[in-house]
């Protein structure tokens, strides 16, 4: 018996196309279910209904040329994006701040400040006169959501009144700037989510280029990884349309009696 050109072509596909294509043509050249059986009066054969074109196959390189990229949120694309327009964002607002107070009795750290916890601040202040400091953390927002890690809060904790936060808005210079002077207050009255995080660890071991490959078993014991915890909070539209210009912050600096 003869094969018929579908069959042939079939034939020809590697294993993988091949089982992707036989559902392709099974599908078009198999009947419509739940179809009347009414003479359209064309078919060959009475009391037959005509039956559509079967459209054409297409192999798995065809598909795969024809396939549109996926743009979803939160791709590793998108987080990168995300990323890099908040790291602009705040060394934007280090700038502004600085020229700012460029004739004030003030310094503004080059860098993110970390103290003896090894907790950061985006942005610290510091009084040339007793040296006494401030602290801002700045947070952008691509959408409606900040995370604020357990180290924040405990700093937000230990330096308020003089710890404040700042929601940066916008893709680009200049950022819409909202001051939070307490965020302890403002952030706590909103709902949020505790996300844990457990980071990865690493365990490099030296291995000398004269000995033998490493046998599996002589892996070192895995270290055991602390989670982290941070609060995702999702910043109402009110409190983010609720731009200050960057002068308000002199009210809380001299206001403090620096």
Excluded at 154 to 165: E, I, L, N, T
Excluded at 224 to 251: F, G, Y
Aim: hydrophobic share 30%; with cysteine.
């Amino acid at each position: 018996m003869a094969e018929s050109p579908a069959l042939a072509e079939k034939a020809s596909l590697d294993p993988l196309e091949q089982v992707e294509d036989t559902i392709k043509i099974d599908a078009t050249e198999a009947p419509l279910l739940d179809q009347p059986s009414v003479n359209t009066g064309t078919s060959a054969q009475p009391g037959v209904p005509d039956l559509p074109e079967p459209s054409p196959t297409r192999t798995n390189s065809e598909l795969r040329c024809n396939r549109k990229p996926q743009n979803r949120p939160g791709t590793p694309g998108e987080q990168r994006q995300d990323h890099t327009t908040a790291r602009k964002a705040e060394v934007w607002l280090r700038e502004q701040i600085r020229q700012h107070l460029a004739e004030k009795p003030f310094n503004v750290d080059e860098g993110v400040h970390r103290d003896d916890e090894n907790r950061e601040s985006d942005i610290r202040i510091q009084a040339l006169g007793d040296g006494s400091d401030w602290h801002v953390e700045v947070k952008h927002l691509s959408g409606n959501l900040i995370y604020w890690s357990e180290l924040e809060i405990g700093k937000a904790k230990d330096h308020a009144p003089r710890y404040f936060m700042v929601l940066l808005s916008g893709e680009n210079e200049p950022f819409e700037i909202t001051w939070l002077w307490d965020p302890l207050e403002s952030l706590g009255e909103l709902p949020s989510h505790v996300e844990w995080i457990w980071q990865e660890v690493r365990k490099p071991l030296f291995h000398p280029p004269e000995d033998e490959w490493l046998e599996v078993g002589l892996a070192p014991e895995r270290p055991e990884a602390t989670p982290r915890r941070s609060h995702r909070i999702e910043i109402p539209n009110d409190l983010r349309k609720s731009p200050e210009p960057l002068q308000a912050l002199d009210v809380r600096l001299f206001d403090s009696g620096s």
